[in-house]
């Protein structure tokens, strides 16, 4: 086998892509990651939120995400390599759905799918909440508004039904240090990694894949080349000439992610956890230096901005900033809006009903894993699993397109539906539409 030439491409070295070059290499596929970027988790991984959680709307997408805690958890097993920078930790905080008075909401729908599943998890009245978080106010200040509508100053309207607590739930605090340990885990076991490798052709000989062309005039040959790269991933699709045969597409959108020192008194370093909150459509998690990290849940009062991943703004923007700090202020009584504005902006790979796509194309030899829709860091060693097993079967023969495949996960033994994740689904009736998935 000649220098540049390999048994898998992987387009990508975030967390995603990452997971799949360890995955493909422990079984023994030479794999080559390229990435445009400079180093491994330089694309939307390095921004994100990090937090592990299990509050899917669909079966799939929650057994997905259990079976990725696993190797959050299990993190130095799985990886069984050194890596020079350290490991990452994973912080068990818990998480707590709120869940506003109703059975059509996706709190309620959350819990019924876990009650169905065995997820494990507690019911908290009000009293707990207070008791569990006593920096917590459970009022009930939704449905979500923008600070200019005179509805978002008004009084609670009540106090949330109870909250839905998994103990097993968490974040990592370093994800672009995730991806490196990832790539060391991948090199140990033989992958080799370019960077500053941006691709621009994906190459075709007599009806597949043959490999890529890179902008430098490199060229890399594998019969199995596979997409993994984030809010471009479209892009990609497109050079490869299957954007078209895909019923499902993908778009960049713009997000933002806000930091904020914790209320006066609070350690929320320590006693912090995570918590997803519809009634004001935020979410937010302790971050390093007693500090709260608050993410939206694309309330349908704010703004969506489908970008050209290439040219954005990334600056923070002051009204979407106020809006999000002064909806945790309503959950975190005291949390001020400090003058100076911290956080970040970062890109989305939204699919069509904001669940990702895990699947072959019409072309054969190339795969997607893409989609990931601001949710999936968390399904990162479970998605990687998946998609090997896929990459095997198909390679092998096997007719997913029709007999759609579904796997074990190797922790958990949960199913997982690879099907569900198909490029030619049908817009998921159930999705939340929104980074829940
Ligand atoms: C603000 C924010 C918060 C989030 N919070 C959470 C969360 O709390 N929990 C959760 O589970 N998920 C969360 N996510 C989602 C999660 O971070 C992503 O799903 C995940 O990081 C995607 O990883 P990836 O490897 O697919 O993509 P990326 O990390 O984007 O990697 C794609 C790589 O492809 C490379 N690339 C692109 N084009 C080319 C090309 N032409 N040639 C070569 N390389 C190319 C890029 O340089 C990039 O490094 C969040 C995302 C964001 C943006």
Not at 117 to 143: K, N
Not at 170 to 193: I, K, M, T, W
Not at 228 to 240: D, E, R, T
Request: charged residues 20%; contains cysteine.
């Amino acid at each position: 086998m000649s220098e540049d030439s390999f048994d898998a491409i992987i387009i990508g070295a975030g967390v995603i892509g990452g997971a799949l070059a360890l995955e493909l290499a422990d079984r023994g596929y030479r794999t080559l990651s390229v990435d445009k970027g400079p180093t491994a988790g330089s694309g939307s991984t390095i921004n994100s939120c990090a937090i592990v959680r299990f509050s899917y709307s669909s079966v799939a997408g929650i057994n997905l995400a259990w079976e990725g805690m696993h190797y959050w958890k299990d993190w130095a097993g799985y990886i069984a390599a050194d890596d020079e920078l350290g490991l990452i930790d994973y912080h068990m905080t818990g998480q707590l759905v709120l869940q506003q008075a109703g059975d059509t909401t996706h709190a309620a729908r959350v819990k019924m799918l876990w009650d169905q599943i065995g997820i494990p998890h507690e019911v908290w009245d009000t009293e707990t909440i207070r008791q569990r978080c006593p920096y917590i106010d459970p009022g009930l200040f939704g449905p979500p508004t923008r600070p200019s509508d005179d509805a978002f100053w008004a009084e609670p309207s009540g106090v949330v039904e109870c909250g839905y607590f998994t103990p097993d739930a968490g974040y990592v605090s370093d994800p672009q240090l995730s991806c490196h340990n990832l790539q060391r885990g991948a090199e140990a076991r033989g992958a080799a990694f370019w960077f500053n490798a941006e691709v621009v052709s994906i190459d075709r000989d007599r009806g597949r894949v043959s490999g890529v062309s890179l902008a430098d005039g490199r060229t890399a040959q594998a019969p199995v080349v596979v997409n993994v790269a984030g809010p471009h991933s479209y892009l990609i699709n497109q050079m490869a000439g299957v954007y078209d045969s895909m019923n499902i597409k993908t778009k960049a959108l713009r997000h933002e992610v806000h930091h904020v020192p914790s209320p006066d008194g609070v350690d929320f370093d320590r006693n912090g956890i995570t918590v997803a909150d519809d009634d004001l459509g935020i979410y937010f998690r302790p971050e390093v230096g007693n500090h709260i990290l608050i993410g939206s849940g694309d309330p349908v009062c704010d703004p969506r901005e489908f970008v050209d991943p290439e040219v954005y703004d990334r600056s923070l923007q002051p009204e979407q900033y106020e809006a999000q700090v002064l909806r945790a202020g309503r959950r975190l009584p005291g949390l001020g809006i400090p003058h100076e504005r911290k956080g970040i902006v970062d890109l989305y790979d939204v699919s069509d009903d904001w669940i990702p796509i895990y699947d072959r194309t019409d072309l054969d030899g190339f795969y997607v894993a893409i989609g990931t829709s601001g949710n999936q860091y968390k399904n990162a060693g479970s998605a990687g699993q998946m998609m090997a097993d896929l990459i095997e079967a198909v390679e092998a023969g096997h007719d997913h397109d029709r007999d759609p495949l579904v796997v074990q996960g190797r922790y958990s033994g949960v199913d997982l539906d690879v099907g569900f994740f198909s490029r030619n689904r049908q817009i998921d009736p159930h999705s939340s539409m929104s980074v829940h998935g």
